[in-house]
């Protein structure tokens, strides 16, 4: 199974820019859709974007809240993945998840907690006005 460990986090002005990391290790790597979800205090778990594997395209998606400013991508040699984070706002403030589910998800599966298998611990997103 593999274990996903986030990392990249810290406080930034809004309107600036972050790179989150996912290291994926204990599994392969590249046979996983790859996802990252943010939560805020006293709210639930919220979609941010995924990846799939190659056997989807390597298709992409994002929530609407952050389509056009954070990009997803990943190094199946590093067994890495990415989510640039441009243009942030006061609302992206979160501690945001990586995590790891079955190479077969589509559509709308990607955006569900409960779709994903294995998860980091999370890091801390902070976005000052």
């Known amino acids: 199974q593999v274990q996903p460990v986030e990392s990249g986090g810290g406080l930034v002005q809004a309107g600036g820019s972050l790179r989150l990391s996912c290291a994926a290790s204990?599994?392969?790597?590249?046979?996983?859709?790859m996802g990252w979800f943010r939560q805020a205090p006293g709210k639930e778990r919220d979609f941010v974007a995924a990846i799939g594997t190659s056997w989807r395209g390597y298709r992409t998606y994002y929530a609407d809240s952050v389509k056009g400013r954070f990009t997803i991508s990943r190094d199946n040699a590093k067994n890495t993945v990415y989510l640039q984070m441009d243009s942030l706002e006061s609302e992206d403030t979160a501690v945001y998840y990586c995590?790891?589910?079955?190479?077969?998800?589509?559509?709308?599966?990607?955006?569900?907690?409960?779709?994903?298998?294995?998860w980091g611990q999370g890091t801390q997103v902070t976005v000052s006005s």
């Open positions: 995590a790891a589910g079955p190479r077969d998800l589509y559509g709308m599966g990607y955006v569900r907690v409960e779709s994903y298998d294995y």
């Open positions: 204990g599994g392969t790597f590249s046979r996983y859709a």
